[in-house]
């Protein structure tokens, strides 16, 4: 399968928000594209746009998952989740990290708060994260390019590299070529029978049950993140036994019991299929290479596929708040079709700071520009504004601000790019 090439930074802290900066772990990383665009256009099987904004996208590595260093106020061994975030954040490049004691997924500080790297993505996730494979680095391949991955290139990905020493389950999707998730399968498999990483501690799972008392319990156990991630919520409805788990998961088949296909069967089932609880007791019946996990579905009538213009394709280059004379009927905006083809304006919409919305329609002829006047309720004010130009599914196109000593009367302001 080929993979869509994103070069750009991967982002651990805000030099000017430091405690509301990204939360890395052992599979998350934030990155921050050179062409958003890019990302725009990438899939989206489960429906999900990309949760991007200025400061970048989070990016969930594929085929791993690592130990939870935070999740809805909990976590797992700490040692082993500290381990896989520590080995992901120096093969990325960052040195001399350390995080706030009050505030331990946030990082205080850092030799670099970014470094250069890039990302090879097929797609969107449920939650609005780029799924991909990265590498520290500039890219051999060009932004934007595609790149057919094969074992050696897989092997590059500092996925297969936590993988193979151990310091992560493996997790693989649908979206996974099964080419690759035959050699990444090998790779776990050799790791945890080198009992390398968490391996040493791993547990509930086919070689054994673990006990699961009590939250806190739960915690100190070195288990599958996924099934961790099912039984907090669990044992959150107050249940003192693990008896009554597989009705739970089987009571909701899209956020608790995910669509499984078994690979020894070679065939369908659900989570509850490889899961054995009963008292205090839980094991997984099958080791987690060996069925792939179906992406979340996306909701009846949500597209799949992303919009058919990006960001960036139309950009609003110039304002004009505060005419001669008087405002109202008057202000302008100026559009460009960046692209060579017609752009279908039906439908997009502008949107000013407070939220007021002017629909668009029409049609943009490649390279040309359309002046528009205000309407609809849409002000540009002489104090400043921002204006958000986005598509007909919703999805933001351009956005551009403006400050109070930019308005001058009769002047257009021209937005740099």
Same mark, same amino acid.
Request: no cysteine; glycine share 12%.
């Given at each position: 399968?080929?993979?869509?090439?994103?070069?750009?930074?991967?982002?651990?802290?805000?030099?000017?928000?430091?405690?509301?900066?990204?939360?890395?772990?052992?599979?998350?990383?934030?990155?921050?594209?050179?062409?958003?665009?890019?990302?725009?256009?990438?899939?989206?099987?489960?429906?999900?746009?990309?949760?991007?904004?200025?400061?970048?996208?989070?990016?969930?590595?594929?085929?791993?998952?690592?130990?939870?260093?935070?999740?809805?106020?909990?976590?797992?061994?700490?040692?082993?989740?500290?381990?896989?975030?520590?080995?992901?954040?120096?093969?990325?490049?960052?040195?001399?990290?350390?995080?706030?004691?009050?505030?331990?997924?946030?990082?205080?500080?850092?030799?670099?708060?970014?470094?250069?790297?890039?990302?090879?993505?097929?797609?969107?996730?449920?939650?609005?994260?780029?799924?991909?494979?990265?590498?520290?680095?500039?890219?051999? =391949? /060009? #932004? *934007?390019?595609?790149?057919?991955? %094969?074992? +050696? @290139?897989?092997? &590059?990905?500092?996925?297969?590299?936590? !993988?193979?020493?151990?310091?992560?389950?493996?997790?693989?999707?649908?979206?996974?070529?099964?080419?690759?998730?035959?050699?990444?399968?090998?790779?776990?498999?050799?790791?945890?029978?080198?009992?390398?990483?968490?391996?040493?501690?791993?547990?509930? =799972? /086919? #070689? *054994?049950?673990?006990?699961?008392? %009590?939250? +806190? @319990?739960?915690? &100190?156990?070195?288990?599958?993140?996924? !099934?961790?991630?099912?039984?907090?919520?669990?044992?959150?409805?107050?249940?003192?036994?693990?008896?009554?788990?597989?009705?739970?998961?089987?009571?909701?088949?899209?956020?608790?019991?995910?669509?499984?296909?078994?690979?020894?069967?070679?065939?369908?089932?659900?989570?509850?299929?490889?899961?054995?609880?009963?008292?205090?007791?839980?094991?997984?019946?099958?080791?987690?290479?060996?069925?792939?996990?179906?992406?979340?579905?996306?909701?009846?009538?949500?597209?799949?596929?992303?919009?058919?213009?990006?960001?960036?394709?139309?950009?609003?280059?110039?304002?004009?708040?505060?005419?001669?004379?008087?405002?109202?009927?008057?202000?302008?905006?100026?559009?460009?079709?960046?692209?060579?083809?017609?752009?279908?304006?039906?439908?997009?919409?502008?949107?000013?700071?407070?939220?007021?919305?002017?629909?668009?329609?029409?049609?943009?002829?490649?390279?040309?520009?359309?002046?528009?006047?205000?309407?609809?309720?849409?002000?540009?004010?002489?104090?400043?504004?921002?204006?958000?130009?986005?598509?007909?599914?919703?999805?933001?196109?351009?956005?551009?601000?403006?400050?109070?000593?930019?308005?001058?009367?009769?002047?257009?302001?021209?937005?740099?790019?």
């Amino acid at each position: 399968m080929t993979y869509t090439v994103l070069t750009g930074r991967f982002v651990i802290r805000y030099p000017d928000l430091p405690r509301q900066g990204p939360e890395p772990d052992g599979d998350t990383v934030k990155f921050r594209p050179d062409s958003p665009a890019l990302v725009e256009g990438l899939p989206r099987p489960s429906g999900s746009p990309p949760d991007l904004t200025a400061r970048g996208i989070s990016v969930r590595l594929e085929a791993i998952d690592a130990l939870e260093t935070h999740f809805a106020e909990t976590h797992q061994d700490l040692g082993g989740a500290n381990a896989a975030r520590e080995e992901l954040l120096h093969l990325l490049g960052f040195t001399g990290v350390q995080f706030f004691d009050d505030h331990p997924n946030k990082v205080r500080a850092s030799d670099q708060d970014d470094v250069r790297g890039y990302v090879l993505s097929n797609g969107i996730d449920a939650n609005g994260r780029m799924i991909g494979f990265v590498q520290p680095g500039e890219s051999p =391949d /060009p #932004d *934007g390019g595609t790149v057919f991955l %094969d074992d +050696a @290139g897989i092997d &590059r990905s500092l996925n297969s590299r936590l !993988l193979a020493a151990g310091l992560v389950y493996p997790a693989f999707y649908a979206t996974l070529p099964g080419s690759l998730r035959t050699h990444l399968a090998g790779i776990s498999r050799k790791a945890r029978a080198d009992r390398a990483g968490i391996w040493a501690a791993s547990t509930a =799972d /086919p #070689d *054994g049950a673990a006990t699961v008392a %009590d939250l +806190a @319990g739960l915690q &100190r156990l070195t288990i599958w993140p996924k !099934l961790f991630r099912r039984l907090v919520p669990y044992l959150a409805t107050g249940a003192t036994g693990l008896d009554g788990l597989d009705a739970w998961l089987r009571s909701d088949p899209v956020n608790r019991d995910d669509s499984l296909f078994l690979l020894d069967r070679l065939e369908t089932g659900n989570l509850h299929d490889i899961i054995e609880a009963s008292g205090q007791r839980v094991r997984m019946t099958m080791w987690p290479e060996d069925f792939i996990i179906d992406p979340d579905p996306a909701a009846p009538g949500t597209p799949t596929t992303p919009p058919k213009q990006a960001t960036g394709d139309v950009v609003i280059v110039a304002a004009l708040p505060d005419p001669a004379g008087g405002d109202r009927g008057r202000e302008r905006l100026t559009l460009l079709n960046t692209t060579a083809a017609a752009v279908d304006l039906t439908g997009w919409t502008l949107r000013d700071g407070n939220g007021r919305t002017q629909v668009l329609a029409g049609s943009l002829a490649g390279g040309d520009v359309l002046q528009l006047v205000a309407s609809d309720g849409v002000t540009l004010g002489n104090t400043g504004g921002t204006v958000t130009l986005a598509d007909a599914l919703g999805s933001p196109i351009d956005r551009v601000s403006y400050r109070a000593g930019q308005v001058k009367e009769g002047r257009t302001i021209a937005f740099g790019r």
